[in-house]
């Protein structure tokens, strides 16, 4: 079955960065679409940076374009997420996609 597996979350001054990562496992990942969203608190879930077609075509919300990076290692089934000039707007749980398929989240705090 399609297993994601997120990483690197933690505590980031704001202006700071941080690199987040989902490990999958269970499909084709070279094939595969796939997607950052995330849910800060007491909001919705929100979509973040989507990698398309190996890694060649990105999407990015509004929100992060030019501050958060989406990446992937297609021999290590991995997708990251650079993100930077972090705000505290940016605090959320982030979390991995795949067509129905979620990790279990990560946590991302922007605080001073």
């Known amino acids: 079955q399609v297993q994601l597996v997120e990483s690197g979350g933690g505590l980031v001054q704001p202006g700071g960065s941080l690199n987040i990562s989902c490990t999958a496992s269970?499909?084709?990942?070279?094939?595969?679409?796939m997607t950052w969203y995330r849910q800060g608190p007491g909001t919705e879930r929100d979509f973040v940076a989507s990698?398309?077609?190996?890694?060649?075509?990105?999407n990015y919300a509004a929100s992060v374009k030019g501050r958060f990076t989406i990446s992937r290692d297609n021999a290590k089934n991995t997708v990251y997420l650079q993100m930077s000039g972090m705000k505290p707007e940016d605090t959320a749980v982030y979390y991995c996609?795949?067509?129905?398929?979620w990790g279990q989240g990560t946590q991302v705090t922007v605080s001073s």
């Open positions: 990698s398309f077609k190996s890694g060649t075509l990105t």
């Open positions: 269970g499909l084709t990942f070279i094939t595969t679409a």
């Open positions: 996609n795949y067509e129905q398929h």
